[in-house]
């Protein structure tokens, strides 16, 4: 995850150091509380505006709350280079690379509520008109990733200069991830669970649990409001969650089934989940939720407060820091400890029976996971049996894990939106988890399956869907992929792959029986795990 994570943001720095307007020449856009100064690459015509304050700084008492408004700025703000990224944890493998901070120079801190905007332009910068918009939610296992990670150009060439593009920041881990932060009961009598996800109309509100929701919902409304300024249609936004890290298709359920699936206004009209992840989602006062919050007040000297929610409001930056890498390191190898909780409203019961409810956000879906099992289950005899026949026990225990809370998830968002659904299957080997970020972030470096008809076809697969909802109607008509059906026509998926000799294979397939027998299983006893 590091690794893909260095390598698009040494691409970026590598962007940033193209030619642009003079500053006579980049473009201004007055958003009512603050006027922004881009840039335009003149080496392709598309202009950036980077590090886009959103909502208001995190911080004080602000902390561990819903976000609000920024506060209005005079003067010309500049906004050509990549904003402060929000405070980082580990995964429980390792501290923080320190050379991928050295080599982007990118500060975290808590005030990271900042997103930047790319459009197709002229020389001057000047904006399209009514594009539809992709808005990109990183991952980074809600603990970590920054909007510097991709760059929102590689998009824009794929799609034939036909999107918008928006890529967002929240907060992370202990300090407010997208979803589950903080959780504990504490937190939903004085802050706001979720609190990453999620804003709110006054602090009654937060009390009362009315009308809030989250920081990526709150940059959703932002682009709501404000796109059209820079060329973009906000009645054809498209929600774009993956990573290396599966959570910004974690991020893209949660908002698919949001408000009992009647946000209001609607947000987006289609959702693209790249490694559908779902894990144990428990209720915001159960029991390990709970723990989570009792161990950051223990971390934090904060046990002995009378009021707990104050205290760790008031703790330097650098103890809760501490706390959130502590906290995170002592997860289980290859877990990550800040997920989503269910809070009655924003997300109003477990996400696999709003799915199977169709309590939907959205009109489309077009989702795509990676060909690789991954690792522990409920019903040890019947998993052992639908498992038995997979292989060897290490890759049976890989298989439970993979398809539990990564692949069977994709397909339960399959089924909540009939006949309005395409599902992919990234399968170049090795196949495994992040692989295929590459082909359409590439960031000015070729993808180990350099094939061009390959790339197309794969990565104007999903620009085709954000700008048509559907991959059959091409940014490019020859590209090699064939007519695609929506998954409930025989469950169909489409496979892209390549041949021993190194020749693309881009062709429908056919969900194995099998799989979804196990899928149906893993469905039935979602009140068992959480799901």
């Excluded at 602090?203 to 959703?220: C, Y």
Aim: charged share 10%.
């Amino acid at each position: 995850m590091a690794s893909l994570h260095l390598l698009s943001r040494l691409c970026v720095i590598m962007l940033l150091a193209a030619p642009f307007a003079t500053a006579q020449t980049s473009p201004i856009i007055d958003l009512g509380y603050a006027q922004y100064q881009g840039a335009v690459n003149t080496a392709n015509n598309i202009t950036h505006f980077l590090g886009i304050r959103y909502a208001a700084a995190p911080l004080g008492d602000l902390r561990f709350r819903a976000p609000q408004p920024p506060i209005n700025m005079t003067g010309v703000q500049p906004a050509t280079a990549q904003p402060n990224e929000c405070l980082q944890a580990s995964t429980g493998q390792s501290p923080t690379n320190p050379l991928e901070t050295r080599a982007t120079q990118i500060i975290a801190t808590e005030d990271c509520l900042f997103l930047n905007v790319y459009y197709p332009s002229n020389a001057a910068g000047t904006p399209p008109a009514n594009l539809p918009t992709l808005v990109w939610i990183h991952g980074g296992g809600y603990i970590a990733g920054a909007a510097s990670g991709s760059n929102g150009e590689d998009i824009i060439q794929q799609s034939n200069r036909g999107v918008v593009v928006v890529l967002i920041q929240y907060r992370l881990g202990v300090f407010g991830n997208n979803v589950g932060f903080l959780p504990g009961a504490a937190v939903k009598a004085n802050g706001a669970l979720n609190a990453g996800l999620r804003k709110a109309i006054s602090f009654l509100a937060i009390l009362l649990l009315i009308g809030i929701i989250v920081d990526q919902d709150f940059a959703l409304r932002w682009v709501n409001q404000h796109i059209t300024k820079f060329g973009g249609d906000p009645a054809k936004v498209t929600i774009w969650g993956e990573s290396a890290g599966e959570f910004g298709a974690g991020s893209v359920l949660q908002h698919v089934i949001a408000n009992g699936g009647q946000t209001q206004p609607q947000l987006f009209r289609a959702a693209i989940t790249s490694s559908t992840f779902l894990p144990s989602q428990y209720q915001f006062n159960d029991r390990i939720p709970e723990m989570l919050f009792s161990e950051v007040v223990a971390q934090t000297n904060c046990t002995a407060a009378t009021d707990s929610l104050a205290c760790l409001r008031a703790v330097d930056a650098t103890t809760l820091e501490t706390a959130n890498n502590n906290i995170n390191l002592g997860g289980f190898f290859g877990t990550f400890l800040m997920v989503p909780v269910v809070d009655g409203t924003f997300i109003t019961q477990r996400p696999t029976l709003s799915l199977l409810q169709g309590k939907v956000n959205g009109k489309a879906l077009f989702t795509r996971w990676t060909f690789s099992p991954t690792s522990a289950p409920p019903q040890a005899n019947t998993v052992g049996s639908l498992y038995a026949n997979l292989g060897n026990e290490l890759f049976q225990v890989d298989a439970v894990q993979g398809e539990s809370i990564f692949i069977c998830p994709t397909y339960y968002l399959l089924d909540a939106f009939p006949g309005r659904s395409f599902k992919g299957e990234f399968a170049i080997p090795p196949g495994l988890h992040g692989n295929d970020v590459a082909y359409y972030f590439p960031g000015g470096v070729a993808p180990p399956f350099n094939n061009t008809a390959f790339i197309n076809a794969f990565a104007q697969s999903f620009t085709s869907f954000i700008i048509n909802l559907d991959p059959n109607i091409k940014v490019d008509p020859t590209t090699i992929t064939p007519h695609w059906n929506t998954f409930n026509v025989l469950n169909t998926e489409m496979l892209f792959n390549k041949t021993a000799a190194g020749a693309p294979v881009v062709q429908p397939i056919t969900t194995s029986n099998a799989l979804l027998q196990r899928c149906s299983f893993w469905n039935s006893v979602g009140n068992l795990t959480g799901q």
